[in-house]
């Protein structure tokens, strides 16, 4: 059976969860508590050598990376969560990259500051609040066009941007998110996905 080495809480591993939900792809999470610093315990390094998480075994292939993971998974699926039309998975594609390099850093500072108790300085916040509201805005035009970033069909996209938008709603960034409706309108349809609320515990 699949193993996922991650923490529940953790943003990688939800989109990792998430994946594995969606694709129907049964797993055992196997906890890596970063309370304890078991993620930079040697065990977790010969599984994640950067002592992050997550990390998986599947059968013996082992690998780590959330959203190189997120990949396998899909195309072991069969190709489910991958468009098969070669625009719509090239555009799949931009998405997850605008999430890596546009989204994921200026998110965690909000984040780091009122989730994970890792004060950032006004300043930081402030740039963040600027780079977050530009690609809100790349976000809000595509989500006025299509119901989800790649197209009409939900995608690895989408979940790439779930667990840190999910945390974002959590903390007053989300009146940053409020100004965008089209971009609020993908999130309430997506937040609602069986999967997504058994990923983080609420199904
Ligand atoms: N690029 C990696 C990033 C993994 C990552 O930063 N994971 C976080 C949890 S969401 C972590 O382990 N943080 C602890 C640390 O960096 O020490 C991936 O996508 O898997």
């Known amino acids: 059976m699949l193993k996922i080495y991650g923490h529940p809480a953790s943003i990688c591993t939800r989109k990792v969860m998430m994946t594995a939900a969606e694709t129907k792809v049964p ?16 065990a977790h390094l010969a599984r994640q050598p950067f002592g992050r998480m997550p990390a998986i075994d599947d059968d013996g292939f082992a690998m780590f990376e959330s959203r190189a993971i ?29 999430e890596t390099s546009e989204y994921n850093g ?23 609040r600027a780079a977050l509201e530009v690609t809100l805005g790349v976000m809000e ?27 974002l709603m959590g903390t007053p960034a989300k009146e940053i998110l409020a100004a965008y409706p089209h971009v609020m309108g993908w999130w ?13 515990g609420k199904g």
């Not at 610093?37 to 040697?42: E, W």
């Open 27 to 42: 797993y055992e999470l196997a906890l890596v508590d970063f309370m304890k610093g078991d993620h930079k315990a040697p």
């Open 70 to 98: 997120a990949r396998y998974l899909a195309d072991k699926a069969g190709g489910s969560l991958v468009p098969s039309d070669a625009r719509a998975k090239a555009k799949m594609e931009q998405w997850i990259s605008v």
């Open 106 to 128: 200026h998110a965690m500072k909000f984040i780091y500051q009122h989730v994970f108790q890792r004060p950032q300085e006004a300043a930081v916040l402030d740039a963040a």
């Open 141 to 167: 035009t595509q989500l006025k066009e299509t119901t989800y970033l790649a197209g009409a069909e939900f995608s690895l996209a989408d979940i790439c941007f779930m667990p840190c938008t999910e945390y």
């Open 188 to 200: 309430n349809r997506v937040r609602e996905r069986p999967t997504w609320r058994a990923t983080t």
